[in-house]
């Protein structure tokens, strides 16, 4: 792979979590995204947008944090657009260091917040400053210039079986998939990347998380596993020629199942052996 | 892949089927073990060894074949060793163009055949003859030398997710598993090739079959897919490093989802496109 991907991510890190981060005993996921945020001095912000229960899951994540030594966790507070538009993104976003999006449904979360100034502002601190994007879940999916929607697991790769929208463009050409072996996802990442195999798929299990350094590398972190799907190499792909729910076939997808302390490039698309002598900058 | 691998199966045909073929409307597999047997003069015999009630499906594929026009398929009738040591090979085996292993469980048909002069008999000719041999779920797992025993589904890659054990031998380096996708056994065959990336892994979905013709191509028939798990360009592989139970990290495994009318070198290792152009008899 010598081709040149998009870049984004310049000074900041996402912190990209499959769901289900442990909230109450070891949360090692927790405690990797304050330190990450500054430790003791992080100041936090809480988008529970796409929950469901909005206000409960800000109390969920509002209580973690502060069990872990963070005293005032802020909070978007927001069940519409318009209780975006009229959130001050200053107020809101100034001086904070990590940002962690909660679960729930990522079309609601980006119907919420896509194209709105906090969102902007987001995106500005992301690309310029050292601050940390956490999601989870729908979070996580959210994340993604072109993210999965919904879609079937266990099945065939199938044309339809899964659908894409365009998500709030942190992670350029990255598709991420949550839940992923406990939902068995793997066909619904191949369909995804087969659209369009300049994508890069990520299917992120449970309680793990992968750590993006904005310099093209990402770390596994937790519990699961990141797998990767590189459609780089596909040679031979059916998706356009088969009608809509039909099954295709895929040749030459390559697959990486890479657990807690392995790396990969993903600008240059190859895993990197934990032994492997590489430049990185201290990620944490 | 320049490796070399173990040759076996030269005059006969395999037909591998993931389970649940359709036995009762179009019934393209039945059909097509049939053709491959000889259409109607095809002499068949059914052994039913490694279900649970062999006298069951023993009459259902009697009736299936019956009603596809084969007078008198032969059963092999043993639900002990001693039955099949008493068993007379030449009676059972001679003049036979397809014999067809049906399912139950892989470990009763290997422990009741394995070692006996009725499976010798039957190797020989599947070597020195043109006859088909076809298996479907435990039967198509059998064939493998390093068969899948049981695994768990849906989890990730995992030491000791998936047994292996040996199997019949009539697939000398190519390990079967069944009921693919519909059980979504994808992470226990890429375990199964990891433990020895020498062998492939090839995952049949239920209703569909690969036919190996004994040069060292496979075609794909059927409703479903045939998923090939290559691990012959396997970069990293942790199954040795960790602890029993324990989920293992492995990069570089290669991918293809082939379904209905796609070709597959299985020596070679690479897949062959529609179009492409390529010496094959006719398999009729």
Redesign the interface.
């Known amino acids: 792979m010598n081709e040149s991907h998009d870049r984004e991510i310049i000074g900041g890190k996402l912190l990209v979590i499959g769901g289900a981060e442990d909230k109450y005993n070891e949360r090692r996921i927790l405690k990797k995204f304050l330190k990450l945020s500054g430790g003791e001095k992080a100041e936090v912000l809480i988008v529970p947008v796409a929950s469901d229960f909005p206000e409960f899951a800000a109390d969920v994540y509002t209580q973690a944090f502060r069990n872990l030594g963070v005293a005032n966790p802020r909070v978007l507070r927001a069940t519409s657009r318009q209780d975006v538009f009229q959130a001050d993104p200053d107020e809101l976003l100034d001086g904070v260091t990590g940002v962690f999006m909660t679960g729930g449904d990522q079309m609601r979360l980006v119907s919420l917040l896509g194209g709105t100034k906090f969102a902007e502002k987001l995106r500005h601190m992301v690309r310029e400053s050292p601050i940390v994007l956490a999601g989870t879940s729908a979070g996580a999916a959210g994340m993604s210039t072109s993210m999965i929607v919904r879609g079937e697991s ?4 199938q044309k339809d079986s899964v659908r894409l929208s365009p998500g709030l463009g942190f992670l350029k050409n990255i598709i991420i998939d949550q839940h992923f ?2 939902r ?1 996802r ?2 619904r990442l ?1 369909t995804a990347v087969s659209y369009n195999p300049y994508n890069l798929g990520v299917g992120i ?1 449970e309680n793990t998380a992968i750590i993006l350094d904005g310099q093209g590398v990402l770390e596994v972190y937790g519990q ?2 990141a797998t990767i799907v590189d459609g780089s190499q596909i ?2 792909n ?1 998706i356009a020629e088969v009608g809509d729910h039909e ?13 807690d302390g ?1 790396f990969y490039q993903y600008r240059d698309r190859h ?1 990197l ?1 934990p032994r492997q002598e590489f430049l990185l900058p201290d990620i944490g």
């Open positions: 266990t099945s065939h790769p072996t406990e068995g793997i066909s191949i299990d699961g596993a040679s031979y059916e099954s295709f076939s895929v040749c030459g997808v390559q697959l990486h199942v890479l657990r392995l895993p052996q």
